[in-house]
Every structure is written in C-alpha cells, then in structure tokens.
C-alpha cells in the first residue's frame, strides 16, 4: 500500500520518459511489457535475473512452519512457498541515498 502523497511511475510514465529522449511510444509499451515477461518466465522458472547497476530479481523460498490463525488462534501448517523478491546493486543504493541526502540539504536551506 502506498503512502498517501507518494509518487510511483507506471507502465506509461515510463513509455513516456523514453519518448522524450528519442524513442517512439508503442515501441516502448512493447518492449517494456516484453521486458516484464521475460523478467517473470525467468523468474517462473525458478532463475534470478541480475541486471548490473540495478539490482537481481530472485526466487525466495519459505519452508513449511507452524502459523497461527488471527481470529480463532488455532494451530495450523502453513506448507512451503515461493516468492519474488528483489535486491537491488549497491550502485543502485548509493543513487537513492545521494537523492535523498540531497533532498534533505534542499530542506535545511
């Protein structure tokens, strides 16, 4: 759930970013939704997807462990599981903590 006054790009804003740097729309839409799909068969496959400078896509398992209900606070297994996650490069890292030491430097002023 995102904060209220967050700010996310979509499919389209990031079409749209593209465009402006010289690359035509339905072009972009295409190739983004074919990035998603090779990045999610790979990643359905059971393989990590390591993009240098930005981070891996990664398949984390969970075992099988006793969980308790909420409501009925009644015992039961809760069996193994798969799920995506996401690592992201320390290049990656640096860049969010430099805009955002920024961001507070433009704050102080």
């Known amino acids: 759930m995102r904060?209220?006054?967050?700010?996310?790009?979509?499919?389209?804003?990031?079409a749209?970013?593209?465009?402006?740097?010289?690359?035509k729309k339905n072009q972009m839409i295409e190739a983004i939704d074919d990035i998603f799909k090779v990045i999610g068969e790979s990643l359905a496959q059971g393989e990590s997807v390591n993009i240098p400078g930005f981070g891996i896509f990664e398949v984390r398992e969970h075992k099988a462990h006793m969980g308790t209900?909420?409501?009925?606070?009644?015992?039961?297994?809760?069996?193994?599981?798969?799920i995506p996650a996401f690592k992201p490069s320390k290049m990656l890292k640096l860049s969010v903590r430099a805009a955002a030491d920024d961001e507070v430097i433009d704050d102080e002023e």
């Open 3 to 14: 904060n209220k006054g967050e700010t996310f790009l979509n499919k389209v804003d990031i």
């Open 69 to 82: 209900d909420p409501t009925t606070h009644i015992k039961r297994l809760i069996p193994a599981y798969k």
């Open 16 to 23: 749209s970013a593209l465009m402006a740097r010289g690359y």
